[in-house]
T-cell receptor, first 121, second 113 residues
Framework: GAVVSQHPSWVICKSGTSVKIECRSL??????MFWYRQFPKQSLMLMAT?????????EQGVEKDKFLINHASLTLSTLTVTSAHPEDSSFYIC?????????????????FGPGTRLTVL | AQSVSQHNHHVILSEAASLELGCNYS??????LFWYVQYPGQHLQLLLK??????LVKGIKGFEAEFIKSKFSFNLRKPSVQWSDTAEYFC???????????FGKGTKLSVIP
């Protein structure tokens, strides 16, 4: 089956520091990865769409200079929260869309990572 | 822009009760519809999806959903719930040809043994 991992699973940082979150597709290649943000008792909100080898496409209202996304390979995308502030505290979730037909991987389906809990003090 | 409404925030059922979770979307064009489940402490998993064809879609673990285009609805059903179905359920939609999911706020289901 398709497995997506995220690292770290939780992180606490001081205000003003930067935090990098990794999203990996473990057993399939992902041409497209998505980054979501989820506030308590709220829905997942799409932040950006990341295609391997090209610049990410950000949703309206998401600051591209604050949330840096790099999709350097078909199995890894990173989200860096720069100069984090307490209002950036949230649950960040990535998903990956498979690029090929493999056992257990459907190309029109997003597979989600377990999420990263970010707390900014 | 699309939006997805899930009317029930928290549903509490006894085991063996029937389940129906409502989902309505707003978008005038062709859509693809999904139900995802998030078990406690786990990541989102796809329950079922509708792209085209038979509007009654069967998913994993005995779940099904029916797409009613005239009502812009995609309600999730299960005839008899189990304690292990305790989880949060998210309805989501994409425009046809797009992979960008718009999620509802989720419905928390608690099944009492």
């Amino acid at each position: 089956g398709a497995v997506v991992s995220q690292h770290p699973s939780w992180v606490i940082c001081k205000s003003g520091t930067s935090v990098k979150i990794e999203c990996r597709s473990l057993d399939f290649q992902a041409t497209t990865m998505f980054w979501y943000r989820q506030f308590p008792k709220q829905s997942l909100m799409l932040m950006a769409t990341s295609n391997e080898g090209s610049k990410a496409t950000y949703e309206q209202g998401v600051e591209k200079d604050k949330f840096l996304i790099n999709h350097a390979s078909l199995t890894l995308s990173t989200l860096t929260v720069t100069s984090a502030h307490p209002e950036d505290s949230s649950f960040y979730i990535c998903s990956a869309r498979g690029s090929e037909l493999l056992a257990g991987v459907k190309p029109d389906t997003q597979y989600f990572g377990p999420g990263t809990r970010l707390t900014v003090l | 822009a699309q939006s997805v409404s899930q009317h029930n925030h928290h549903v509490i059922l006894s085991e063996a009760a029937s389940l129906e979770l409502g989902c309505n979307y707003s978008y005038g064009g062709t859509v693809n519809l999904f139900w995802y489940v998030q078990y406690p402490g786990q990541h989102l998993q796809l329950l079922l999806k509708y792209f085209s064809g038979d509007p009654l879609v069967k998913g994993i673990k005995g779940f099904e959903a029916e797409f009613i285009k005239s009502k812009f609805s995609f309600n999730l059903r299960k005839p008899s719930v189990q304690w292990s179905d305790t989880a949060e359920y998210f309805c989501a939609v994409t425009e046809a040809g797009s992979y960008q999911l718009t999620f509802g706020k989720g419905t928390k289901l608690s099944v009492i043994p």
